[in-house]
């Protein structure tokens, strides 16, 4: 293939070989054929080939009047046109290749001797799911798209209808269809770092049946991944034009002809597209065109990039204004904050519940794994019974230089928070005063967020001075910075949560942040950013529009190929919908009626956790409980008696904790009751099938929200879930759905 040609042009040759790390010419003419099968390779080899036949063939031919590329091919077409130079272009289908060859179990099949409505119409009709109409390559050959099986399984359905010919084609891939967008998503990312030039000759659309109009090139090459190939309209729109069937030049380093009989059939069955409705169409256009740089600026003012606030990102060093929030019991694992990482994207590992020992050696894992400089942070939740546990965290995040944590269930500012804030304070040449341990505090209440708005209280302050845990230079910092950098508002969400709403929340926070800067002219700014129920498009650009700085996902994390728990908790979410939570009292603060939400669906454990906190609250003690209900609890919740239970919790306890539980029977039975939750959440992260209907899942129904909107695509399975993908499919959606929702909004009224 394209044998003549790779010495006539030696210095494009040369190049191509650069840019894809191998001989292009010795791939075109040696093979292996397994190689040239693979759209990874195939795509840049159509390329470069038909690039050069349309290079020779131009030598001795006068510019055409339109150019047309199927595919892959459009790409050609582009540069035959000056739209981008040869080397970009490869570039681009390169990446191209490489993404849509990453889809698996596609397959595509041509149907000839229908038209295009009445192979939709067999789809409709039988429910297929998962098979698209991926090419109009004539009005009576339509080529199918989707999982490999499910288009294999419509054979009969089409011959049943009709149909002359079926035949499966040597792809591996859904092509042109919406199970392509993890690599549409990608690629739009990739595809921003190119300009177009506006085209010196008309390039007909693959997308849209029409030339390409400069300034929308890239956007039409991006939707081209997932959109249906018009190439049937594309050849009537150019006959149209006045261009004869016999004015077509095939440029093609294939053997035999494909796109001129594609030409002689579309013409003999439909003919040429009817000149009146062109003519409509471009009358529309030359009156839209008044209003079209107006729209063009609102349609394409977001970007994923910009969205949320640029100097939070910069001062965190984030690609996004997005974060991973800290699961507990690393969930949130050292796999999520290091995957995150190298894309530029901060998480939080999850150090609830997990001894200090443990902690250390998930820093240390997270450090030696990612670049100096690259983001990430711990989470630091609150420990109000335990002050120790907080100082010993703290003394681990300075010992290790964590600059940024994310400060959880903190209903006031604690002495080990400032500790953490005053060994970072450094007051600059400027006379500003900067911090290196950052701090973002999780709050749902503005009362709470005033605290960590305001500077260390003087007590604490005094009492870390009396102490020499700070000296009086950081004490003299403090009194000048507020205890945070960031408030991130919680809303109702998976594990402890307020229930609030985030309509009322956010707005009442970013006031109370407006009125607190004002205090601090020597201190950066103070970011607000918004979490709890973010699981859609939708949810994330409400944050945005109502002005939070950046988002905070959760929920949506933990059923990722990164997340820290077990198979049999990921196959669960990823079947749950918005309804299948229900909240649970928590294991450790139960007496002080704090709730979790968790998963309900397929489980028992909401309904046992609110059955042990009614009998805690009834009774004064263990002995007080009737013994069928204590046989129950003791046979179908434990497994094991609660006197085998108490000897485990005497081993986790502190002595002081054991010998109160001895004096006071209510508080020992607290302990035993506290010891089915952390069971529970044991048995869910390690999936013990044996106590399955016991696992305690803290979720929001944000995960459910998620399943739904990206169901039928290819992140359906969990296993095919990272935590950085959804970051960046998240907000590039969220970007574009701005765009339309603003465009729309901005479409002139009509009055009736």
Same mark, same amino acid.
Not at 430 to 454: C, E, M
Not at 726 to 745: G, H
């Given at each position: 293939?394209?044998?003549?040609?790779?010495?006539?042009?030696?210095? *494009?040759?040369?190049? %191509?070989?650069?840019?894809?790390?191998?001989?292009?010419?010795?791939?075109?003419?040696? =093979?292996?054929?397994?190689?040239?099968?693979?759209?990874?390779?195939?795509?840049?080899?159509? @390329?470069?080939?038909?690039?050069?036949?349309?290079?020779?063939?131009?030598?001795?031919?006068?510019?055409?009047?339109?150019?047309?590329?199927?595919?892959?091919?459009?790409?050609?077409?582009?540069?035959?046109?000056?739209?981008?130079?040869?080397?970009?272009?490869?570039?681009?289908?390169?990446?191209?290749?490489?993404?849509?060859?990453?889809?698996? %179990?596609?397959?595509?099949?041509?149907?000839?001797?229908?038209?295009?409505?009445?192979?939709?119409?067999?789809?409709?009709?039988?429910?297929?799911?998962?098979?698209?109409?991926?090419?109009?390559?004539?009005?009576?050959?339509?080529?199918?798209?989707?999982?490999?099986?499910?288009?294999?399984?419509?054979?009969?359905?089409?011959?049943?209808?009709?149909?002359?010919?079926?035949?499966?084609?040597?792809?591996?891939?859904?092509?042109?269809?919406?199970?392509?967008?993890?690599?549409?998503?990608?690629?739009?990312?990739?595809?921003?770092?190119?300009?177009?030039?506006?085209?010196?000759?008309?390039?007909?659309?693959?997308?849209?049946?029409?030339?390409?109009?400069?300034?929308?090139?890239?956007?039409?090459?991006?939707?081209?991944?997932?959109?249906?190939?018009?190439?049937?309209?594309?050849?009537? !729109?150019?006959?149209?034009?006045?261009?004869?069937?016999?004015?077509?030049?095939?440029?093609?380093?294939?053997?035999?002809?494909?796109?001129?009989? &594609?030409?002689?059939?579309?013409?003999?069955?439909?003919?040429?597209?009817?000149?009146?409705?062109?003519?409509?169409?471009?009358?529309?256009?030359?009156?839209?065109?008044?209003? %079209?740089?107006?729209?063009?600026?609102?349609?394409?003012? !977001?970007?994923?990039?910009?969205?949320?606030?640029? /100097?939070?990102?910069? #001062?965190?060093?984030?690609? @996004?204004?997005?974060?991973?929030?800290?699961?507990?019991?690393?969930?949130?694992?050292?796999?999520?904050?290091?995957?995150?990482?190298?894309?530029?994207?901060?998480?939080?590992?999850?150090?609830?519940?997990?001894?200090?020992?443990?902690?250390?050696?998930?820093?240390?894992?997270?450090?030696?794994?990612?670049?100096?400089?690259?983001?990430?942070?711990?989470?630091?939740? %609150?420990?109000?019974?335990?002050?120790?546990?907080?100082?010993?965290?703290?003394?681990?995040?300075?010992?290790?230089?964590?600059?940024?944590?994310?400060?959880?269930?903190?209903?006031?500012?604690?002495?080990?928070?400032?500790?953490? /804030?005053?060994?970072?304070?450094?007051?600059?040449?400027?006379?500003?005063?900067?911090?290196?341990?950052?701090?973002?505090?999780?709050?749902? /209440?503005?009362?709470?967020?005033?605290?960590?708005?305001?500077?260390?209280?003087?007590?604490?302050?005094?009492?870390? *001075?009396?102490?020499? &845990?700070?000296?009086?230079?950081?004490?003299?910092?403090?009194?000048?910075?507020?205890?945070?950098?960031?408030?991130?508002?919680?809303?109702?969400?998976?594990?402890?949560?307020?229930?609030?709403?985030?309509?009322?929340?956010?707005?009442?926070?970013?006031?109370?942040?407006?009125? !607190?800067?004002?205090? !601090?002219?020597?201190?950066?700014?103070?970011?607000?950013?918004?979490?709890?129920?973010?699981?859609?498009?939708?949810?994330?650009?409400?944050?945005?529009?109502?002005?939070?700085?950046?988002?905070?996902?959760?929920?949506?994390?933990?059923?990722?190929?990164?997340?820290?728990?077990?198979?049999?908790?990921?196959?669960?979410?990823?079947?749950?919908?918005?309804?299948?939570?229900?909240?649970?009292?928590?294991?450790? *603060?139960?007496?002080?009626?704090?709730?979790?939400?968790?998963?309900?669906?397929?489980?028992?454990?909401?309904?046992?956790?609110?059955?042990?906190?009614?009998?805690?609250?009834?009774?004064?003690?263990?002995?007080?409980?009737?013994?069928?209900?204590?046989?129950?609890?003791?046979?179908?919740?434990?497994?094991?008696?609660?006197?085998?239970?108490?000897?485990?919790?005497?081993?986790?306890?502190?002595?002081?904790?054991?010998?109160?539980?001895?004096?006071?029977?209510?508080?020992?039975?607290?302990?035993?009751?506290?010891?089915?939750?952390?069971?529970?959440?044991?048995?869910?992260?390690? =999936?013990?099938?044996?106590?399955?209907?016991?696992?305690?899942?803290?979720?929001?129904?944000?995960?459910?929200?998620?399943?739904?909107?990206?169901?039928?695509?290819?992140?359906?399975?969990?296993?095919?879930?990272?935590? #950085?993908?959804?970051?960046?499919?998240?907000?590039?959606?969220?970007?574009?759905?701005?765009?339309?929702?603003?465009?729309?909004?901005?479409?002139?009224?009509?009055?009736?």
């Amino acid at each position: 293939m394209g044998e003549e040609l790779f010495d006539q042009f030696s210095s *494009l040759v040369k190049s %191509a070989d650069e840019i894809l790390g191998y001989s292009v010419a010795e791939l075109c003419t040696n =093979g292996p054929n397994e190689r040239l099968v693979s759209t990874s390779f195939t795509q840049p080899a159509i @390329y470069v080939v038909t690039a050069l036949s349309f290079l020779d063939k131009q030598r001795n031919s006068s510019a055409p009047d339109y150019l047309l590329g199927h595919s892959v091919a459009e790409y050609v077409a582009l540069f035959a046109s000056g739209v981008i130079d040869f080397e970009s272009g490869l570039r681009l289908v390169k990446k191209r290749g490489e993404l849509m060859g990453q889809a698996k %179990a596609g397959g595509m099949a041509a149907v000839l001797g229908l038209k295009a409505d009445e192979v939709a119409n067999v789809l409709e009709q039988h429910a297929v799911q998962n098979v698209f109409i991926a090419n109009f390559n004539t009005p009576h050959q339509i080529v199918l798209s989707g999982l490999r099986e499910e288009v294999e399984r419509t054979e009969s359905l089409f011959l049943n209808s009709g149909a002359t010919h079926f035949k499966m084609l040597q792809v591996g891939g859904a092509f042109h269809t919406p199970l392509m967008a993890n690599a549409q998503e990608q690629f739009q990312e990739f595809i921003h770092q190119f300009s177009f030039a506006p085209p010196t000759i008309p390039v007909i659309s693959n997308v849209t049946s029409r030339p390409h109009v400069a300034g929308h090139i890239a956007e039409l090459m991006v939707q081209q991944i997932t959109a249906p190939v018009r190439w049937s309209d594309s050849i009537r !729109y150019v006959l149209a034009k006045g261009v004869g069937v016999n004015d077509f030049e095939e440029i093609s380093p294939a053997i035999m002809p494909i796109v001129k009989p &594609m030409v002689i059939r579309t013409n003999a069955e439909a003919g040429p597209l009817d000149l009146a409705i062109l003519a409509q169409e471009e009358l529309a256009t030359t009156q839209d065109s008044l209003v %079209a740089n107006e729209r063009s600026s609102i349609s394409s003012v !977001y970007d994923a990039r910009s969205l949320g606030s640029a /100097r939070f990102c910069e #001062d965190f060093n984030l690609k @996004y204004a997005y974060l991973a929030g800290g699961m507990y019991q690393g969930i949130a694992s050292v796999d999520i904050v290091v995957r995150m990482a190298k894309a530029g994207l901060m998480a939080f590992f999850g150090t609830g519940g997990l001894k200090i020992e443990d902690i250390e050696s998930a820093i240390l894992t997270i450090q030696s794994r990612i670049a100096n400089g690259s983001p990430y942070g711990v989470n630091f939740i %609150a420990h109000s019974n335990f002050p120790e546990l907080e100082e010993s965290l703290v003394d681990l995040l300075l010992k290790h230089q964590v600059r940024t944590i994310e400060a959880s269930a903190f209903m006031e500012v604690t002495p080990s928070l400032v500790r953490y /804030r005053a060994k970072g304070l450094v007051r600059q040449s400027t006379g500003n005063i900067l911090a290196l341990n950052k701090i973002i505090a999780k709050v749902s /209440r503005p009362d709470v967020g005033a605290q960590f708005l305001s500077p260390a209280p003087d007590r604490i302050i005094n009492k870390l *001075l009396e102490s020499n &845990m700070i000296d009086r230079e950081q004490a003299e910092l403090l009194s000048g910075v507020p205890m945070v950098d960031a408030l991130c508002v919680e809303s109702d969400s998976g594990g402890h949560t307020d229930q609030g709403m985030p309509f009322t929340l956010v707005p009442a926070m970013l006031r109370v942040r407006d009125e !607190y800067q004002q205090r !601090y002219p020597t201190f950066g700014p103070i970011y607000v950013g918004g979490a709890g129920g973010i699981g859609t498009p939708e949810a994330a650009a409400a944050l945005f529009v109502m002005g939070v700085d950046f988002i905070l996902t959760g929920s949506i994390n933990q059923c990722t190929i990164e997340a820290g728990t077990s198979d049999v908790v990921k196959d669960l979410l990823q079947a749950m919908n918005v309804y299948d939570t229900d909240y649970a009292p928590s294991g450790e *603060l139960f007496e002080l009626g704090a709730k979790v939400q968790v998963l309900k669906k397929g489980l028992f454990f909401p309904a046992r956790a609110n059955k042990l906190v009614a009998l805690y609250h009834q009774y004064e003690g263990i002995e007080q409980i009737d013994s069928q209900t204590r046989q129950q609890i003791e046979g179908r919740y434990f497994k094991r008696s609660f006197d085998d239970v108490f000897s485990e919790v005497r081993s986790a306890y502190p002595s002081a904790e054991i010998e109160r539980a001895e004096r006071l029977p209510k508080h020992r039975m607290a302990l035993i009751f506290k010891r089915y939750f952390k069971d529970a959440t044991r048995w869910a992260l390690t =999936g013990n099938l044996e106590h399955k209907v016991d696992f305690q899942i803290h979720c929001g129904p944000a995960l459910g929200a998620f399943n739904q909107w990206i169901a039928g695509g290819p992140l359906i399975d969990w296993r095919e879930r990272h935590v #950085d993908d959804i970051a960046s499919l998240l907000m590039q959606e969220t970007a574009a759905l701005l765009n339309k929702r603003f465009l729309l909004m901005h479409q002139p009224r009509v009055s009736h």
